[in-house]
């Protein structure tokens, strides 16, 4: 078992920028590849970006690739997604999301079986 808590949500105004974090505790961190999904109302969770467990492979969505950073400090238990030049679409309801192994991360969300309660990022125009 993971617990997953995400924090760094909020509201803020296109082109502005938000750091999400998700501090895990349970199990070992460096078992888990990491990544963060979203979900819009109406629409479905989808995923923005992963990284192994290591850090050395990292995992963007077309939609944030180069607006998007996601890192994680092993030290801590925690991973991270910089997020910037943020975007109306970017506008959702956040999940940090946990994936045994370390080396491959699903894309789909049910294949996955460690979440956070999840964080809201609104942007405003």
């Known amino acids: 078992q993971v617990q997953l808590v995400e924090s760094g949500g909020g509201l803020v105004q296109a082109g502005g920028s938000l750091r999400l974090a998700c501090a895990a505790s349970g199990r070992t961190f460096t078992s888990f590849a990491m990544g963060w999904f979203r979900q819009a109302p109406g629409k479905e969770r989808e995923i923005v970006a992963a990284i192994t467990w290591n850090g050395g492979v990292t995992y963007y969505a077309d939609s944030v690739k180069g607006r998007f950073a996601i890192s994680r400090d092993n030290t801590k238990d925690t991973v991270y997604m910089q997020m910037n030049n943020l975007k109306l679409e970017d506008t959702a309801v956040y999940y940090c999301?946990?994936?045994?192994?370390?080396?491959?991360?699903?894309?789909?969300?049910?294949?996955?079986?460690?979440w956070g309660q999840g964080t809201q990022v609104t942007v405003s125009s």
């Open positions: 999301a946990a994936h045994w192994g370390g080396v491959t991360f699903p894309t789909e969300p049910g294949k996955l079986r460690y």
